[in-house]
């Protein structure tokens, strides 16, 4: 039967099978209906057939002296707190705060190289030399600046000298003041230009320069762009890469519709297929704002220590999420029925009257039903005899 409401199709075999049972009831209702028409007429003229309910707006009433008092049975529905237990997959991936592409600060010839990809490094270490002819011109502009500034300096004293005995013009003080100024000027900026491209180690050998290559930090080199020989000449590229892995994050692809249930600060439990028999517990530390378009999930981010290096990245993990304050309400598949394609329960307002009220299932066994939405944990409804009320 095709149907309008896609709840409807969510319906059990169990529970169809309760709407069913609900069924044979009314007609065993029905059967007893027609055997009472068939008593004597002195019997059914000896007093009225008493009223089974009454239909007020949205109420179903049941008048006290009615049959169905003795059929109608009300439960309060079961609520509570439930411990789901929520599963996404998952990744390692190295901490970026915690790696360093290493670009030299100008081009050159690599002339020396120290490390190899998976090599463990120290901060200060010297990975690679390389020549550079842009160093050694810095070092010439810093050597022809010294000098420039040394004659300025130079000349400065003498018109100085010339002034004060009164044999030069007061102009010819100021252009030497001028000149020592601007020399003064060239060779710091010079000096702060060599400082900056040298650093620490570098050297000048003859007509050559060379500037040693520095790990700044602790790690592992994971990516290595050159060669023994190499020539560097887009300075902009990194030449390798140097990981920290002591700390790594186990990233969580969180489905769209499951967002609400997530947030940073959660715990979580995280499995390894390479550690089957051990559990990691961590929290969530932060959740991506950015959506991806294909595959309708986010990333949540999960910080763990690694110094015995036990975590490698590109492993695959399974992150389990407990929500414990889910609220969960249940009835029988008993209090079930259909009604215009549509899945209703009975819910008592006060004693023998009764409302109809739709209903969206969520999981169930064998007996029961969680209800997604349609009722209050603190509504009590009919679990069997509803559908006598049916009409």
């Not at 059967?31 to 019997?43: D, G, R, S, Y």
């Not at 007509?207 to 050159?226: K, Q, R």
């Not at 892995?245 to 990233?251: A, E, L, N, S, Y």
Request: glycine share 6%; proline share 5%; hydrophobic share 40%.
């Amino acid at each position: 039967m095709p149907s309008t409401n896609h709840n409807a199709s969510k319906l059990s075999v169990g529970s169809k099978l309760a709407i069913a049972f609900g069924g044979c009831l009314l007609i065993g209702l029905i059967w007893i209906v027609l055997f009472h028409k068939n008593e004597p007429a002195e019997a059914k003229n000896s007093s009225p057939p008493p009223e089974m309910f009454k239909h007020q707006g949205d109420e179903y009433i049941v008048p006290n002296h009615s049959p169905l008092i003795s059929h109608l049975k009300v439960m309060p529905v079961s609520s509570g707190g439930s411990a789901q237990v929520i599963s996404f997959p998952g990744m390692v991936e190295a901490n970026t705060a915690a790696s360093a592409n290493i670009e030299p600060p100008l081009t050159g010839r690599i002339v020396q190289l120290n490390v190899k990809i998976g090599d463990h490094v120290h901060k200060g270490q010297v990975l690679a030399i390389m020549s550079s002819g842009d160093l050694a011109q810095a070092y010439a502009d810093v050597s022809k600046a010294k000098d420039s500034l040394s004659l300025a300096n130079a000349s400065l004293k003498r018109a100085r000298e010339v002034n004060a005995i009164g044999a030069n013009a007061n102009k010819d003080l100021e252009a030497a003041q001028s000149t020592q100024i601007q020399a003064k000027d060239e060779y710091e900026r010079a000096t702060q230009r060599l400082k900056t491209l040298a650093g620490h180690g570098a050297k000048l050998s003859g007509s050559e320069a060379f500037l040693p290559i520095v790990s700044p930090i602790n790690g592992d080199v994971t990516a290595l762009n050159v060669g023994l020989g190499s020539f560097i000449n887009d300075n902009t590229n990194a030449i390798l890469t140097i990981a920290n892995f002591d700390q790594v994050w186990v990233t969580a692809n969180i489905p769209e519709a499951q967002l609400n249930q997530v947030h940073t600060g959660l715990e979580v439990d995280v499995t390894f297929p390479a550690y089957p028999n051990q559990v990691f517990h961590g929290r969530i530390g932060n959740i991506s704002n950015v959506l991806d378009s294909d595959t309708r999930r986010t990333k949540a981010r999960i910080l763990f220590d690694n110094t015995n290096m036990k975590l490698k990245p590109n492993m695959f993990a399974t992150v389990q999420i407990k929500n414990n304050n889910q609220q969960k309400i249940t009835v029988p598949q008993s209090a079930l029925l259909m009604n215009n394609e549509q899945i209703t329960v009975f819910v008592e307002t006060k004693p023998h009257t009764y409302v109809r009220k739709v209903v969206e299932l969520g999981s169930e066994n064998d007996t029961d039903v969680q209800i997604v939405s349609g009722l209050n944990p603190s509504d009590r409804v009919i679990v069997s005899g509803g559908v006598l009320l049916n009409d």
